[in-house]
């Protein structure tokens, strides 16, 4: 069974341990500055307030349980803030601050992002379909099939690149929209602040990473299917 391939763990299992070391980085980034306050003694979901005010943004904003869950929905116009995000600390007020920087993506029509909102419904009937014609593909010595499921892994990992820029982006006028309008106000606060986007954009390296990897492997298996 291809599933205990030890060419599998060759592929996969330097994007995995990456992946779990950026989850790592993003719990004990964000732990550690969620006890750092502002000076300003703002909290994030008053960042959101005053920046949805001063930029115009045509948004609503919600709450969601659960811990660092705070994500914006292009659909509805939302930005959804965890439990997290009404506390006074840098890490609250970044990782708000980022999720507004998506809904001006969104109100600019930032390319990445309408594109990465465009392939989604692709994408999710590939995640699922591709495995499975991958695997009937093998059992069948089908090339056709395992190409329909290449092409759906391919997808996902181009859902996983196409929000690099996406996130890194929103990390970096989230850093400007802080220091332009005045809430984080010293070198220490900006420099945690961008520690924390630093440590969340690196779960997408990781995840794009996966993806990639996970592809090749496919790809490699079908070379040797061929054969």
Known sequence: MF???????????????????????????FSKYSRMPTGTGINGLQVAQLLINRLRLNVNVTSIPGHLTDHYDPRSKTVALSESSIHNSVASVAVVAHELGHALQDQENYAPLKLRGAIVPAVQVGGWVGPIMFVVGMLLASETLMWVGVI??????????ITLPVEFDASRRALAMLQSNNLLVTHDELRAAKQVLDAAALTYVAAAAQALMTLLYYVTLLGRQRE
Request: glycine share 2%; no cysteine; aromatic share 24%.
């Open 152 to 161: 759906g892994f391919a997808l996902a990992a181009l859902f996983a690149i």
């Open 3 to 29: 599933f205990f391939d030890p060419l599998y763990f060759v592929f996969v299992m330097p994007a995995l341990l990456l992946a779990l070391w950026a989850q790592w980085k993003v719990q004990s980034t």
